[in-house]
């Protein structure tokens, strides 16, 4: 696979948590820390609630997927959680690797179809997501405006 991409197992755990956590300090958000994050993502691959995927030796790069029956298709929705590549091997095609392998695990899964979210200010993360066939339909062509509420229980 390019770039080294490749299927986590839960004996990934240390060097996702360690990627998670960089990946939320670097964006200024919250983080309970690797060694939790590592915890609790070991559980979730080995109870199959998610797809973890890796790229680079360190690995640099990590990608994970959740998954849902749909309502209304016979299929499954994917989600992209989380996509995230290392600063100092950015540029070099991890993510894109990343992005590729991802959407492949996706369909091998049963998914029809797969989504994801960013943030505006994240312009090369939205470049990457439009070349790859992505569409933003929010307020474009499409698609009404979609608003996302949340809230903590």
């Known amino acids: 696979m390019a770039s080294g991409a490749r299927l986590a197992t839960a004996d990934d755990a240390a060097e996702i948590g360690r990627l998670l ?25 080995d109870d199959g609630d998610a797809t973890v995927l890796l790229a680079g030796e360190g690995p640099d790069g990590i990608a994970m997927l959740r998954f849902r029956r749909l309502v209304f298709h016979d299929g499954m929705h994917a989600y992209l959680e989380e996509l995230y590549v290392a600063p100092p091997r950015r540029g070099e095609g ?39 066939g992505f569409i933003n339909r929010e307020g474009g062509p499409g698609g009404p405006v979609m608003y996302v509420y949340e809230r903590e229980l």
């Not at 956590?21 to 691959?45: C, K, Q, W």
């Not at 993510?95 to 994801?116: K, S, T």
């Open 21 to 45: 956590h960089d990946f939320n300090t670097e964006y200024s958000e919250y983080t309970p820390g690797p060694e939790v994050l590592a915890e609790r993502v070991a559980a979730m691959i």
């Open 94 to 132: 991890l993510g894109r690797a990343l992005l590729d392998l991802a959407m492949q695990a996706a369909r091998d899964r049963g998914a029809i179809w797969i989504e994801l979210g960013t943030s505006e200010e994240d312009v090369a993360a939205r470049g990457l997501y439009e070349s790859a």
